[in-house]
């Protein structure tokens, strides 16, 4: 059972480029969280997403920041824009129905030049 | 709002030393505590996860333990080692959610 998969491990944007950031939770689970890891803080809480519904986006930035996770395929969190400050690592992590246990995945580190 | 602080922020000791990290949390209603260990530049391992209903977890040389009531929890690393150099972070679930503390830096000398 392979683990939390996410692609690209490292990605490079200039600024106001798009940023895709996929994942693919462990099988079974349907429930996949994203996560922001700025230099020298800890990880924030962005959205958490079951198939085809957001569950809670809270953490997410009013603008320029969405996440899908559709019927077929991998979560996506999309980055519009981007600035020097969205430089970050970017996790995942998922989780079976039914547990609040999370698996995380090896992240992405995205890079705003 | 929940809230994890993890004390001490960096740690530094001798290899064989037996150590104890500590987390704490602002609101008791939470589903588990978890303990990951993250490496430089990569992702999170999971080391031992506490239902809310238990009181600590083993595994190796690791023991976690949680207090619900003064939202506390400990990580002991007995016989600590070079390859324990790492930074662990305590993460509670609560809500949708993992909060997580700012880590711990450990630094095992040889």
């Known amino acids: 059972n392979a683990g939390v998969m996410q692609n690209p491990r490292h990605l490079v944007r200039r600024r106001g480029q798009e940023a895709r950031l996929r994942c693919s939770p462990m099988?079974?689970?349907?429930?996949v969280y994203w996560y922001r890891q700025l230099p020298e803080e800890g990880l924030k809480f962005m959205v958490y997403?079951?198939?085809?519904?957001?569950?809670?986006e809270s953490g997410m930035p009013k603008e320029r920041f969405s996440a899908e996770f559709p019927k077929e395929g991998p979560s996506i969190l999309r980055i519009q824009q981007v600035v020097r400050g969205d430089s970050a690592a970017y996790f995942c992590?998922?989780?079976?129905?039914?547990?609040?246990?999370?698996?995380f995945g090896p992240g992405t580190r995205l890079t705003v030049t | 709002k929940q809230e994890v602080t993890q004390i001490p922020a960096a740690l530094s000791v001798p290899e064989g030393e037996n150590l104890v990290l500590n987390c704490s949390f602002t609101?008791?209603?939470?589903?588990?505590l978890q303990w990951f260990r993250q490496d430089p530049g990569k992702g999170l391992t999971s080391l031992l996860l506490?239902?809310?209903?238990?009181r600590e977890q083993t595994s190796g040389r690791l023991n976690a333990s949680l207090d619900k009531s003064s939202g506390r929890s400990t990580l002991y690393i007995a016989a600590s080692q070079p390859g324990d150099s790492a930074t662990y972070l305590c993460?509670?679930?609560?809500?949708?959610?993992?909060?997580f503390g700012t880590g711990t830096s450990l630094t095992v000398i040889p």
């Open positions: 099988k079974g689970h349907s429930h």
């Open positions: 609101d008791s209603a939470i589903y588990n």
């Open positions: 992590a998922s989780s079976p129905p039914q547990s609040h246990e999370q698996y």
């Open positions: 506490i239902q809310s209903s238990q």
């Open positions: 997403l079951q198939k085809e519904n957001i569950i809670d």
């Open positions: 993460a509670v679930s609560a809500g949708n959610q993992f909060y």
